[in-house]
């Protein structure tokens, strides 16, 4: 029988990895020069990459030189000291590593017995990030796809909770005719949040409480929307919000929360990771309070997507929740099933990319990343803040700056800035993206990279006071 060239069960691997390592050495080494951003023609790729799937294979060494410059054109330099783009973080050169090996090994972080090096490495990343971030040593951990995934696990957990304590027994029961829980949520938090209690059916509960001109909860709001609570209660507080970074009042939220016997969840993508540091620790004070807690490794931690963590202080209802007694799965129950925390089955090992990630840092290394970040941001908005019409928006406590700019010749300064950001983006040295923000537009910039230097802040400084003062020059023309 032909065999399809794809199906060559004695592959060239020395060959085809060889290739793949020399493609990825020359992505890697020309990143720091390489433009962050440029025009990227659509059907260019369309071209490159489309057509009818071929009736015949190709041999893998020529697909994978295919693929590798069919998309290079459209690949963003994301993991660039230069990208400031949302909060994507860069990826350091260890967990790049290991993240190739956990492709290798493709290892199915299901259940002990599918990968016992998988569940262990999950069981000892669990209890090194509990402790390096100061929850409770009995929390319960899940190794899940992102920030969002987290926080759907950490309110499947909250539901039942909540829900159990008044007797109902939502995995049993469902939603119908069960205690309608209150669920008061910042306004401040991520979208991913409300998306969260939405697929969890508790869409139509959530009360939304405003902010403070910072970005903060206000307290006295949270005060008078719990009102007289008596029934099932979930809150969710942001620790460093998307735009501006705040972190909601933690320690008094918890101590209302918990008087009237509700379940506190904080969605901390990146601000958890300042409980690392004992410079920025402060900040999150009261954080091991929470009951349950969302974060990213592919954030601040830096290392490729994708990877993110949920955390729950009662790891009864976090098993409750999420846990299936599939028979075929054939579980014996001695030792961690990694299937049990999260809402997936098969999975990717991705906890072998932490523990290369957390042992290469070490303590002093995580407290070091965050730290680089938070004072390279600080730096950049000191530096912008300088210069005429540039308005620091926020006050910068973690990574994020927020930055608004004034029409010198006193011209709607929304246009403006929205005229600034494109100008900033085409420049192509660096990258932010644009948003509104308390009702006026803006440009964020999220440090977010290891590799960053204080040169990078400079040139971002450059580019930005560049494309203001463009911007201003070219008024009411169109730009681009
Ligand atoms: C990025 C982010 C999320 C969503 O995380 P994913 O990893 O993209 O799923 C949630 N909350 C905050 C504050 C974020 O910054």
Sequence with gaps: MNLEPALNPRPHWAELLGDVTRYAID???????????????????????????????????????????????????????RYFGYVF??????????????????????????????????????????????LPSHASVGFVTGCQAANFTALAAARHHVLADHGWDVEARGLCGAPVPRVLVSASCHASVGRALRLLGLGGQ?????????????????????????GPLIACLEVGDTDAGQIDPIAPVADLVHRYGGWLHLDAAFGMWAAASPRYRDLVAGLDRADSWATDAHKLLNVPYDSGIVFCAHPDAHGAALRIGAEYLGRDGGERDPVDWVPEVSRRARAFVLWATLRALGRSGVAAIVEHACEHASRLGALLAAADGVEIRNEVVLNQVLVS????????????TRRVVEL???????????TTWQGRAALRLSVCNWSTTDDDIDTCVASVLTAHHRAALAGDRVLL
């Design 27 to 81: 992505f890697l080494e020309h990143l720091p020069e390489r433009d962050v951003s440029g025009p990227v023609d659509a059907d260019g790729l369309r071209a490159a990459l489309g057509g009818p799937l071929p009736a015949v294979g190709g041999e893998p060494r020529t697909v994978v030189r295919q693929l590798a410059a069919a998309v290079a054109p459209g690949l963003v330099s994301s993991t660039s000291g």
């Design 206 to 230: 959530i009360r939304q409480v405003p902010c403070e001109p910072s970005g903060r909860m206000r307290l006295d709001a949270f005060r008078a929307a719990l009102g007289d609570t008596r």
């Design 424 to 434: 900033f983006q085409a420049d192509g040295r660096c990258w932010g993206s644009g």
């Design 89 to 134: 973080g860069g990826a350091l050169p260890v967990a790049v590593a290991a993240d190739w090996l956990t492709t290798v090994w493709d290892q199915c972080a299901l259940l002990y017995a599918a990968s016992p090096a998988a569940a262990v490495t999950e069981e000892v990343c669990g209890q090194w990030l509990v402790d390096l971030l100061g």
């Design 405 to 416: 700019f004034r029409d010198p010749y006193g011209r709607d300064d929304d246009l403006h």
